[in-house]
């Protein structure tokens, strides 16, 4: 069974910085990439961040220079350093890890439970 397991949200007042931190547990044959999407109340999940084993990333314009994702492919751990904080980054920020739990199955997207970040003004 796998398991990813998210922490670091809370509430913080507009221009303020939070840290998110995931880690992915169980068996993986391999985990390709990880990364953040966020849902906000009444919207769509959208991509925040993701980052592959290789490093190479991408961000939502919203949230490009602010944001910077990074991992630690030993532990299967992602994390989202956000800075500059704004009251429309407020969502329930969800992890996502795609990949592999055996080598002979086809790619899948692992999810967390979701964390909230609430940005006041």
């Known amino acids: 069974q796998v398991q990813l397991v998210e922490s670091g949200g809370g509430l913080v007042q507009a221009g303020g910085s939070l840290r998110l931190s995931c880690v992915a547990s169980?068996?993986?044959?391999?985990?390709?990439?990880m990364g953040w999407y966020r849902q906000a109340p009444g919207k769509q999940r959208e991509l925040v961040a993701d980052i592959t084993s290789g490093g190479s990333t991408n961000y939502a314009d919203s949230v490009k220079g602010r944001f910077t994702i990074s991992r630690d492919n030993a532990k299967n751990t992602v994390y989202l350093q956000m800075n500059s904080l704004k009251p429309e980054d407020t969502a329930v920020y969800y992890c996502?890890?795609?990949?592999?739990?055996?080598?002979?199955?086809?790619?899948?997207?692992?999810w967390g439970q979701g964390t909230q970040v609430t940005v006041s003004s």
């Open positions: 169980g068996t993986f044959f391999r985990i390709n990439a």
């Open positions: 996502n890890a795609r990949g592999r739990q055996r080598a002979w199955e086809r790619v899948n997207d692992y």
